[in-house]
């Protein structure tokens, strides 16, 4: 996994409440794989291309200050609805690296993790403070960093945010989580035998057994 | 003498393996369920060299990419293949598979209770959002991404960060033509789309007590369209009953041990929730959504709403856009909303339970749309047709199809086309969700019904049912 330390780049709005994760990569491209040349278009298709495949000019991604934007700031419950982390694979594949927010759907939150991508929560003010100076200046950026926990706004004001010690780690050293995790594999053992005793109804019975 | 718990808490606590820092917590996870759609975190862990820890604990069916028509399970080569590869990564793992042409084969979600896999006291986690279905058992059940999905193959743990608890409270009896779907979009409607985020919901209440399990997955099944990624209902009598027997489920000299920790599981009088929500029953009518977001419901007798009404910029143009997308102007009758197709179906509306309400409106009846009935395993389509409710929707002219995920995800070709307007009982209305310009308007199984024999949103209790 990439790691994640600090990202200065432009900014795009996303006024939209409840921006759901079949907004961000319909279903029907869900069965594509990642690698596949055309991955990017898929990111917030059926709003950014009408049905010939042209781009609608009136989306945000379509104008030119907005196209080198790598964060996205965003609205309330963003990322909601379908688990589907092509929707983190998708922003990632156009180079988006972070995501803010006053609150995000708890599975894309989760997913972002993964990939790289951090996840920031602030006031609904200072998101909103935030999204007016990127469309009075388009093309404005701000900074995202994670070892001092701050989002410097264009206008230089600083935003400081709360992240997990966990994850804060997991994302500046970009590491494996499940080789981490297999670091526990002892105390995965030992919890499994006390499981064993304690509620061994918790393992189905074998078909036909 | 320690303060009163949560069920949640006792949950969380027994499946804690390891804590972690800023309150994570390396959970360990009783049961696994997979599909066709999280094929991508078996070719990673293959390509690393890792094996599935519990092949035991892990369960398998196809539903989100088959077609539901009889006789052709796949629309093309690209998700044949996905099928495939499912059954071959099962296979060599030694994971048991409900696969194409299997009775048992069915929804995910569906068929972990129906085959007893889904029970009290567990962690449950799967690749889908709609995994807080099983919590409805007194389960701690969440939907996870690819990349955790692969964690659990792996090593059958996950790191969580523990969420706050939320507890929703509906009391009393619900009026004639209300149920359970009602009941959850009335509570989405109040505490909102984004209400739950970073909260496990217990919902509770003499209406929850009051619900067979087909009803309170129906509830819980939703949990996500409010937020949240766990909901979760005490178990009681009702529970035990309906697990009891089941292929998967304890048995033996295991049931009695189960049952005793099943029934020390709910939460104690005093435990403290970080929020608490109350509805009365008596204020929930039939409801149907207008937007595109869960969140946009209404008693079927309302109005449209107006975005001029609203004083706050960005509720007002999110509603605006809603009601453009939907083709709706502000202020019409929702009874005057026509539709052009009507689905029953998917996680949230496709048990027995469910088809026998539909069935009691359609009965006698006919269609004037088209309308499909898609039960949720190949078995709940045995048990309806041993009723004879197959009869009752094929005389009343809708189609009567097989089990799977079908005309909810828009992922597998069934698909409505673009400004086609669908009463669904599905669990979303978001924009392009059952195809592109597709517009979709959430209510119950009779609700739909009664929208199928009428071709317009319709109060089901003014067709006497």
Known sequence: MEPFTRVTAVGLPIDLLNVDTDRVIPARFLRKDRNVP????????DVRFDAAGAERPEFILNQTPYRAARIVVAAENFGCGSSREAAVWVLAANGFRSVIAQSLGDIFHQNCFKNGLLPVILPAEAVAGLRRQLHERPGATLTVDLETQTVTAPDGAQHRFEVDAFRKEMLLT?????????????KIVEFEARHAREMAWTVPPRPGT | MSAPRTMFEKIWTRHVVAEGPGGHALLYIDRHLLHEGTTAAFGRLARSGRRVRRPDLSFATADHYLLTSPGTPTSDAETR?????????????GILYFDVGDPRRGIVHIIGPEQGLTVPGITLVCGDSHTATHGAFGALAFG??????EHVLATQTLWQKKPQTMRISVEGRLAQGVNAKDVILAIIAK???????RHAIEYAGSTIRGMSMDERMTVCNMSIEAGARAGMIAPDETTFAYIQGRP???AGEAWPKALAHWKALPSEPGAVFDREVQLAASEIAPTVTWG???????????RVPDPAAITDPGRRESMTRALAYMGLNPGMPLSDVMVNRVFIGSCTNSRLDDLRAAARVAKGRRVVVPAWVVPGSGLIKRAAEAEGLDRVFLDAGFEWREAGCSMCVGMNGETAAAGE??????????????GKGARTHLMSPAMAAAAAVTGKLTDVRTLGA
């Open chain 1, 174 to 186: 970009g590491r494996d989580e499940i080789g981490l995790t297999l670091g526990f594999e002892s």
């Open chain 2, 144 to 149: 996870i991404g690819s990349s955790e999905v």
């Open chain 2, 191 to 197: 505490i909102g789309a984004g209400g739950g985020v």
């Open chain 2, 421 to 434: 307007r669908v009463a669904s009982t599905s669990n979303r209305n978001f924009e392009g969700r059952q």
């Open chain 1, 38 to 45: 055309d991955y990017a278009r898929y990111l917030f298709h």
């Open chain 2, 81 to 93: 293949g996905m099928v495939e590869a499912l059954g071959r990564y099962t296979a060599d793992q």
């Open chain 2, 292 to 302: 595109t977001s869960p969140q946009d419901a209404l008693p079927i007798t309302a």
């Open chain 2, 248 to 250: 998967l489920a304890p």
